[in-house]
């Protein structure tokens, strides 16, 4: 038996399919959704609305954004020349907050794993190597210490190294294993200085 009307069970039933979002959070959402004054609800319903009609991927890098180019992209004080490739926008976001990189980046939004049917020309790839074709003086990988991002590193070496460009790792301070976004600014600082030609 149902507790709650088919309204609320459907508002729950969709707020636990965000990831992170169990059952009990899911339902603590909707009721605190359901106490909103309605204003506020259609503010939240538009906001979603208008992000998924108007993000799209950055042109150069492939980092989520609603203009042409992101902010990083377009801005003249970075070094265009040294692209850190990275699996997610959270992991650029994590990066960002370091405040040491002054380089742009590139998001392959997700990694090479086999086994999960995910290939190279499954992820950003291509249009990394296109961006390669410009003046490039090095390109960081900073994929994650998991296996598919260690393949996804190799691979990209692979690729890189014979194009004459110089082909560098994040450090071993990040954790084998650890996601990006979650791994504190120090850690992520001294990975990105203490990273290794490969």
């Known amino acids: ?3 709650y009307s ?7 039933e969709e707020l636990s399919n965000l ?3 169990g059952s009990k959070t899911a339902g603590r959402l909707a009721f605190h959704i359901l106490d909103m004054p309605q204003d506020e609800v259609k503010e939240l319903a538009n906001a979603l ?3 998924k009609n108007n993000v799209k991927y ?8 609603d203009a042409e180019l992101c902010p990083i992209c377009a801005s003249d004080s970075r070094d265009q020349k040294t692209i850190m490739v990275v699996e997610t926008t959270k992991d650029m976001a994590a990066y960002e907050s ?4 002054n380089g742009v980046y590139h998001v392959l939004h997700g990694a090479i794993n086999p086994m999960a049917g995910i290939g190279q020309n499954d ?4 249009e990394l190597f296109e961006r390669l074709k410009d003046d490039i003086d090095e390109v960081i990988i900073a994929t994650n210490s998991s ?3 260690e393949a996804t590193a190799m691979y990209i070496s692979k690729v890189v190294k014979p194009l004459g460009i110089k082909v560098s790792r994040i450090a071993s301070g990040v954790p084998v294993g650890g996601d990006l976004e979650c791994i504190d600014n120090v850690t992520l600082l001294r990975a990105l200085q203490g990273r290794v030609t490969i």
């Not at 309204?7 to 729950?12: A, D, R, V």
């Not at 370091?98 to 990189?101: I, K, L």
């Open 49 to 51: 609305v208008d992000a």
């Open 1 to 3: 038996m149902d507790l």
């Open 6 to 12: 088919g309204y609320i069970n459907k508002l729950i």
């Open 58 to 65: 950055c042109k150069r890098c492939q980092t989520l954004t």
């Open 19 to 21: 990831p992170g979002i």
């Open 147 to 149: 296996v598919e991002g």
């Open 123 to 126: 992820i950003k790839l291509k």
């Open 98 to 101: 370091v405040g040491e990189y």
